[in-house]
């Protein structure tokens, strides 16, 4: 199993720009997530899903979107990137007692 | 609200032995993690605790009391691989699905092993 897979693994955007971070897992879990890292902070919650076609908000949702069309798709949207998103994104699948990461993507918007 | 805290930094020896603790106030609790994360790569599970006790797993340890908010991560036998962000995290509400709307994280603490 290859778990939890993330593209791109860096990117850099322009302000206003978008772009979707795709993520990909072969576990067959319902549970995905994705989480945002500043430096120096603890992951923050963006978006969650509990199974394909369902999706709910986080802690800190403003500037995203998502959709899970599949079990094993999680993308995440960004439509007009802005500084404040500048951040390393994890995304995450879970199934009972613990959750398993992506990689990461880390975003910079200039 | 959630409210996660645990020290921002420590600093251990080689082949000595550090506990992290970590308190924290949430709505609802349904388990308490662990996780390892070393600089520029993605977390990683160490433990999980639901019920008040200690779970020992080789060198790693975490201890847990519902009623006072509390936990620790035990470290011995440290080794300078152990450097890396330790980062403590609570599920508050669980779903019979088997999963749950995510985790709400401390900020991490930075282990910092001396030789």
């Known amino acids: 199993n290859a778990g939890v897979t993330q593209t791109p693994k860096f990117r850099i955007l322009k302000i206003g720009q978008s772009m979707t971070l795709q993520c990909t897992q072969d576990m067959n879990h319902n549970y995905m997530y994705w989480y945002r890292q500043d430096p120096g902070m603890g992951l923050k919650l963006i978006y969650y899903?509990?199974?394909?076609?369902?999706?709910d908000k986080g802690e800190v949702p403003n500037g995203y979107n998502v959709s899970r069309s599949t079990t094993e798709d999680f993308p995440l949207r960004l439509e007009l990137a802005a500084p404040s998103q500048t951040s390393v994104y994890f995304c995450?699948?879970?199934?009972?007692?613990?959750?398993?990461f992506g990689p990461g993507t880390r975003l910079t918007v200039t | 609200g959630q409210n996660i805290d645990q020290p921002t930094e420590m600093t251990a020896t080689e082949g000595a032995i550090v506990q992290i603790n970590c308190t924290y106030q949430t709505s609802g609790f349904n388990g308490l993690f662990w996780y390892q994360q070393h600089a520029g790569e993605a977390p990683t599970f160490l433990s999980y605790n639901v019920l008040d006790g200690l779970e020992e797993k080789g060198r790693f340890s975490s201890f847990l009391s519902r009623s006072k908010g509390y936990s620790y991560l035990l470290l011995k036998e440290l080794q300078m691989k152990d450097s890396a962000s330790y980062l403590c995290a609570v599920r508050d509400r669980w779903d019979s699905g088997g999963g749950a709307d995510g985790l709400t994280f401390g900020k991490g603490t930075h282990l910092i092993i001396q030789p």
């Open positions: 899903s509990v199974g394909a076609g369902i999706t």
């Open positions: 995450a699948s879970s199934y009972r007692d613990r959750e398993y």
